[in-house]
T-cell receptor, first 113, second 114 residues
Framework: GEDVEQSLFLSVREGDSSVINCTYT??????LYWYKQEPGAGLQLLTY?????DMKQDQRLTVLLNKKDKHLSLRIADTQTGDSAIYFC?????????????FGTGTRLKVLA | ETGVTQTPRHLVMGMTNKKSLKCEQH?????MYWYKQSAKKPLELMFV???????ENNSVPSRFSPECPNSSHLFLHLHTLQPEDSALYLC?????????????FGQGTRLTVV
């Protein structure tokens, strides 16, 4: 079945880069996603990558995809205190005319001033 | 405002109570989802509905009973729950027909079973 794994915690200093890693199992996933959850809120899409890409850059965010190893990472450059949140990796797979999203545990990022 | 509204935001219930969680989306999406979020565990997919039809039941105990009367509304009926069912229950919707679609989440209902 589908499975997505992430480490639970990451702590970085303000201004440093953060790298959040994820491994997934479903090699047929067409898209892979990063979602962000701030305290007291639901998840919001941060960025995504199509499975035939190796890298995607979006301002301070860089997504790297190693399809062979089924490894996805999210790099946040110049991390700010406002980046403190839980970051979820997700893959999607088809289910009866629509898609379902399989998420990991989330990585809690703490940014130290 | 994410377009997905969940009520109530907080719920405390006894193990013999019956209660319902409500989710509403005004985004015109065809698919709706229930997820359970517990500390240190993966976000757990419970149910998927597509155009009101259930397409996925992820081996969820029968004390959780979903209902989707139309594409805009989704309920989760709860009865005889256990303390380990205490968690944040998140509803989401998407228009996922072509492989990529953003899932929009509500703020969740924090459920405590006493």
């Amino acid at each position: 079945g589908e499975d997505v794994e992430q480490s639970l915690f990451l702590s970085v200093r303000e201004g440093d880069s953060s790298v959040i890693n994820c491994t997934y199992t479903d090699s047929s996933s067409t898209y892979l996603y990063w979602y962000k959850q701030e305290p007291g809120a639901g998840l919001q899409l941060l960025t995504y990558i199509f499975s035939n890409m190796d890298m995607k850059q979006d301002q301070r965010l860089t997504v790297l995809l190693n399809k062979k190893d089924k490894h996805l990472s999210l790099r946040i450059a110049d991390t700010q205190t406002g980046d403190s949140a839980i970051y979820f990796c997700a893959e999607s797979s088809p289910t009866s005319g629509t898609y379902k999203y399989i998420f990991g545990t989330g990585t809690r990022l703490k940014v130290l001033a | 405002e994410t377009g997905v509204t969940q009520t109530p935001r907080h719920l405390v219930m006894g193990m013999t109570n019956k209660k319902s969680l409500k989710c509403e989306q005004h985004l015109g999406h065809n698919a709706m989802y229930w997820y359970k979020q517990s500390a240190k565990k993966p976000l757990e997919l419970m149910f998927v509905y597509n155009f009101k039809e259930q397409t996925e039941n992820n081996s969820v105990p029968s004390r959780f009973s979903p209902e989707c009367p139309n594409s805009s509304h989704l309920f989760l009926h709860l009865h005889t729950l256990q303390p380990e069912d205490s968690a944040l229950y998140l509803c989401a919707s998407s228009q996922a027909e072509t492989g990529f679609a953003e899932a929009f989440f509500g703020q969740g209902t924090r459920l405590t079973v006493v």
